[in-house]
């Protein structure tokens, strides 16, 4: 089983930006797809985007298409979320999440699909 841990989150003003990241152990993490996941107090985990193994598909939830960015290093068993422009409705916890690459990139944005989860990384925006 991969262990995930998410660093990166914190306290920002609307406008700034944060950079998230998400560090797997334990497994090959090119053997995964990733996905990043929120949820703020009172509402459901929610979609943010999720990458491929390979990084040849991303998915954005359209809520956050063209602000923010999620890459992957597979050399470095990581992968990133770039969050710009950020709003005071993005304010949540984050978390990262993984399934295995045999599972089809269409189901990437169906929380469902992963079987792996980080502890998740708080994310405030001030206004």
């Known amino acids: 089983q991969v262990q995930l841990v998410e660093s990166g989150g914190g306290l920002v003003q609307a406008g700034g930006s944060l950079r998230l990241s998400c560090a797997a152990s334990?497994?090959?993490?090119?053997?995964?797809?990733m996905g990043w996941f929120r949820q703020a107090p009172g509402k459901e985990r929610e979609f943010v985007a999720a990458?491929?193994?390979?990084?040849?598909?991303?998915y954005y939830a359209d809520s956050v298409k063209g602000r923010f960015t999620i890459s992957r290093d597979n050399a470095k068993n990581t992968v990133y979320l770039q969050m710009n422009s950020l709003k005071p409705e993005d304010t949540a916890v984050y978390y990262c999440?993984?399934?295995?690459?045999?599972?089809?990139?269409?189901?990437?944005?169906?929380?469902?699909?992963?079987?792996?989860w980080g502890e998740g990384t708080q994310v405030t925006v001030s206004s």
């Open positions: 990458i491929s193994w390979g990084g040849a598909r991303i």
């Open positions: 999440a993984a399934v295995s690459r045999s599972v089809p990139t269409t189901t990437l944005t169906d929380p469902l699909a992963y079987h792996a």
């Open positions: 334990g497994r090959t993490f090119s053997g995964y797809h």
